[in-house]
Nanobody, 126 residues
Framework: QAQLVESGGGSVQAGGSLTLSCTAS????????MGWFRQAAGKEREGVAS????????YYSDPEKGRFTISRDNADKMVFLQMNSLEPEDTAMYFC???????????????????WGQGTQVTVSS
């Protein structure tokens, strides 16, 4: 049974940093493309960052470029999201998701991500 478990969320002041982790099990992680998504209260879920199965390529939504870094450890079946210079607008529930690397994974097309975690809350105060 595929499972994704996020951790590392919390409360931080603007300008601070957090690193989110996601631990995978029950599916072929090393051949899966991974993504981070977030959903703020009252808003639709949106893509944040994605990384290829071999970690050769990574992609970011425009607001996150230069502030967030996605990485992965295939040996430990984990994916990470390092978030720096956090802003109140980054407050959201953050989800990791797995894709079989179908068309659209790099553009964070949610329909190509078949496995999802339960999320971890990030709150940034001003």
């Amino acid at each position: 049974q595929a499972q994704l478990v996020e951790s590392g969320g919390g409360s931080v002041q603007a300008g601070g940093s957090l690193t989110l982790s996601c631990t995978a099990s029950g599916f072929d992680f090393s051949n899966s493309c991974m993504g981070w998504f977030r959903q703020a209260a009252g808003k639709e879920r949106e893509g944040v960052a994605s990384i290829s199965d071999g970690a050769v390529s990574s992609y970011y939504s425009d607001p996150e470029k230069g502030r967030f870094t996605i990485s992965r450890d295939n040996a430990d079946k984990m994916v990470f999201l390092q978030m720096n210079s956090l802003e109140p607008e980054d407050t959201a529930m953050y989800f990791c998701a797995a894709s079989s690397c179908g068309v659209g994974w790099s553009q964070l097309r949610q329909s190509v991500y078949g496995y999802w975690g339960q999320g971890t809350q990030v709150t940034v105060s001003s």
